[in-house]
């Protein structure tokens, strides 16, 4: 198995953008879903946005119109776009690949939105 690796995060203000990248093998990556999870301190990982090997996305509701789930298939990478950041998206995201070929967890990258 090869690593699924995030990267993108860093520190940010208020109201600006990031857009985050998730790494992965052919074999993870044509899984039949893929998606981003975030992690703030003292809470449980939520998820934030998915999408599937056919194309479909899903938003929590707390990103729905300003973040953007996308693919690069020729790179095998999965983005995050991320605009009008507010402090309360602050967290580790993670990227995840699961399906048929099994479950896959990225270690994360961090955003931190300042107010």
């Known amino acids: 198995q090869v690593r699924v690796v995030e990267s993108g995060g860093g520190l940010v203000q208020a109201g600006g953008s990031l857009r985050l990248a998730c790494a992965a093998s052919g074999s993870i990556f044509s899984n039949d879903f893929m998606g981003w999870y975030r992690q703030s301190p003292g809470k449980q990982r939520d998820l934030v946005a998915t999408l599937t090997r056919g194309g479909g996305r899903n938003y929590a509701d707390s990103v729905k119109g300003r973040f953007l789930i996308s693919r690069d298939n020729t790179k095998n990478t999965l983005y995050l776009q991320m605009n009008n950041l507010k402090p309360e998206d602050t967290a580790v995201y993670y990227c995840?690949?699961?399906?048929?070929?099994?479950?896959?967890w990225g270690q994360g990258t961090q955003v931190t939105v300042s107010s």
């Open positions: 995840k690949s699961w399906g048929m070929v099994g479950d896959y």
